[in-house]
């Protein structure tokens, strides 16, 4: 789980929002957990909503998160809320382009290192979760016949001038 870069939080109760902002050109790409220490530390007010109502938002997007509330949908000691954090990089600045492909690195942002990620709650129980798989039986599945891998390289001289070009 992430450990790395700094994660501020900030309380925005009129919006029902927590910001959780991400600071430090450290953070990596990883799985990151909100434990009740840190949300209730944060000012949250967990009993005023039950765990179905959670919603972390990242990127423009809803992101699926795991709850870990002991069965009981309320955030008690113990319990806490997993989910996946990209570090930030060219995605938005691609917006400002005629030609996304001529951002010179799309891993890394021209303009912050800072991404943020809102920790909110809502009246809905159909929120984007993680499924926990069960099933142990593999052979039931079909097996699938293409993939697709997508390999990034970098080198130093990549990442302070984008993309290399051999010249004679």
Do not use: C
């Amino acid at each position: 789980m992430g450990t790395s870069g700094s994660l501020i939080i900030n309380l925005i109760i009129p919006f029902k929002s927590t910001k959780l902002e991400f600071t430090n050109w450290n953070l990596q790409t990883g799985i990151y957990k909100l434990d009740y220490a840190t949300l209730n530390a944060s000012g949250i007010p967990l009993s005023s909503f039950q765990s179905d109502n959670i919603q972390i938002f990242g990127k423009e997007k809803e992101i699926p998160i795991h709850v870990a509330d002991g069965g009981d949908n309320s955030i008690d000691p113990g319990d806490y809320v997993l989910f996946y954090a990209e570090r930030n990089d060219g995605w938005l600045d691609s917006t400002i382009f005629v030609d996304p492909n001529h951002i010179g690195n799309p891993g890394y942002s021209l303009y912050n290192d800072t991404l943020l990620y809102f920790f909110t709650w809502n009246s809905s129980t159909n929120n984007s979760r993680y499924v926990v798989e069960s099933d142990v039986n593999f052979s039931a599945f079909s097996s699938v016949s293409d993939f697709i891998i997508e390999k990034h390289e970098t080198s130093l001289f990549q990442e302070y001038f984008g993309k290399m070009y051999l010249m004679r």
